[in-house]
C-alpha cells in the first residue's frame, strides 16, 4: 500500500517530474509532440502548480512507497452547481502502475468525498486512452457524455466525462 499526503508547494518538482515521465507514455500515438509540449507547458508550470496549491482550489496528492514518489492526484473538491468532486489530474509513472496506487489514491478520494458529504466523483479521460478508460471502468466509473474542449494555439481536448456515486 502507497502512502498518500497532500502536496505543498515543495513538492511541485516532484509532480513535474511524474508528469514529465508518464505524459509521452499515457499519450503516445494519441496526442502529437507539439501538442503534449503546449499542454506540459500549459498545466505544469511552476508558477501554475504553485497558485493551485497555494490557493487551495485544486488539492494535489502524492503517491509514494518507500520514499520515493510515483504518482500524483488533482481534484477540486468546492463545485458550486452539485455535492461532487472534480478529478483533473491522476498520472502514476509507468513503472509503477499495477502496484495498486491508483487505486489507492481513488479510495482515499471516495473515504474523503463520502465523510465530507459528496455523492459523487466526475473526471474526463480521453476518448482514446483505453488503458485509462479501461482502469476507470474497472473502479466503476460510467461514461455519461462526450466533450470537447478548445485549450487554445487550436488544440482541444476530445474526452469523455465519466462519473462515479460514492
Known amino acids: 500500500m502507497s502512502k498518500i499526503h497532500k502536496a505543498t508547494v515543495q513538492d511541485v518538482q516532484q509532480i513535474q517530474r511524474i508528469a514529465k515521465t508518464t505524459w509521452p507514455v499515457a499519450f503516445e500515438g494519441i496526442l502529437s ?31 509514494e512507497i518507500k520514499n520515493t514518489f510515483l504518482g500524483f492526484m488533482a481534484y477540486e473538491p468546492h463545485l458550486p452547481t452539485e455535492s461532487q468532486i472534480k478529478i483533473h489530474k491522476l498520472y502514476i509513472l509507468p513503472t509503477a502502475q499495477g502496484k495498486g496506487i491508483g487505486k489507492d489514491l ?17 473526471l474526463n479521460v480521453n476518448k482514446y ?17 462526450d466533450e470537447t474542449i478548445p485549450i487554445g494555439h487550436g488544440f482541444i481536448m476530445d474526452d469523455y466525462v465519466f462519473t462515479k456515486k460514492i
Open 106 to 122: 481513488l479510495n482515499n478520494l471516495e473515504d474523503y468525498g463520502r465523510s465530507n458529504g459528496f455523492e459523487k466523483l466526475t
Open 129 to 145: 486512452n483505453f488503458s485509462a478508460i479501461n482502469f476507470y471502468k474497472s473502479r466503476g466509473f460510467e461514461k455519461i457524455q
Open 33 to 63: 509532440q507539439h501538442q503534449l509540449d503546449y499542454m506540459m507547458r500549459m498545466m505544469y508550470n511552476t508558477q501554475e502548480l504553485t497558485f493551485q496549491i497555494e490557493s487551495g482550489e485544486i488539492i494535489f496528492w502524492i503517491a
